[in-house]
């Protein structure tokens, strides 16, 4: 039973333009969701979070967008950047601050020149 | 944020058996996290490591077969045991500090033939 799907295993972008990252979750108690970028040989490094009683939340190039009526959250990068180039994992938890993360599976994503 | 360190960083193993990674954080935690991420896979948590008490396992995974230690604050070690290939994974710790973020550490990354 995956709990937190992403749909999209990898996403190409040109240099510049908005990179668009979705999710899509199934457990309506989850309340608090966050990014986490990964480069490979690394473990994920914590992008952005957002709480379930927000709709959105912003920190530089990055936005996450929360629709709890649609269970969706999506990580918006602009403008994208070779360096955002990475697997991108968004995860849930039952409340803020909580131990158990949920991921996704993953989004590959590539920034292109 | 923390600073965690993890040992080895990459292991080749013949099934059958075992192998001790373990994870270093540079301020004392509470708690301590292992998750598993198998090959084209999203990251699963193993246990939650308390320090003075018994690991929480979830679902699906056993003390016998993920023995776990956390003898202080700052130290944790998992133990994959009587390996197989299906164990082949990368195997990370993380740790949750000051804003109910959990970091990780860089992951060993096991193949076992």
């Known amino acids: 039973d995956q709990q937190v799907k992403q749909n999209s295993p990898s996403l190409s972008v040109q240099e510049g333009r908005i990179s668009i990252l979705n999710c899509d979750y199934t457990n309506s108690m989850f309340d608090y969701f966050l990014w986490y970028k990964k480069y490979p040989a690394e473990g994920p490094t914590f992008l952005i979070s957002i709480s379930s009683i927000k709709d959105k939340n912003e920190d530089g190039r990055f936005t996450v967008f929360l629709n709890k009526s649609a269970k969706h959250l999506s990580l918006h990068i602009v403008p994208s950047q070779p360096g955002d180039s990475a697997v991108y994992f968004c995860a849930a938890s039952l409340i803020q601050g909580a131990q158990k993360l949920v991921f996704g599976q993953g989004t590959r994503l590539t920034i292109n020149p | 944020s923390a600073v965690i360190s993890q040992k080895p960083s990459r292991d080749i193993c013949q099934r059958g058996t075992s192998l001790t990674i373990q994870c270093q954080v540079d301020?004392?935690?509470?708690?301590m996290f292992w998750y598993r991420q198998q090959p084209g896979q999203s990251l699963t948590l193993i246990a939650t490591a308390n320090q003075g008490s018994e690991a929480t396992y979830e679902s699906g995974f056993v003390i016998d077969k993920f023995p776990i230690s956390r003898p202080n604050l700052t130290f944790s070690t998992l133990t994959v045991s009587n390996m197989s290939p299906e164990d082949s994974s990368i195997y990370l710790c993380?740790?949750?500090?000051?804003?109910?973020?959990?970091?990780f550490g860089a992951g060993t990354r096991l193949s076992v033939l």
């Open positions: 301020s004392q935690v509470t708690m």
């Open positions: 993380s740790v949750t500090s000051g804003r109910d973020i959990q970091y």
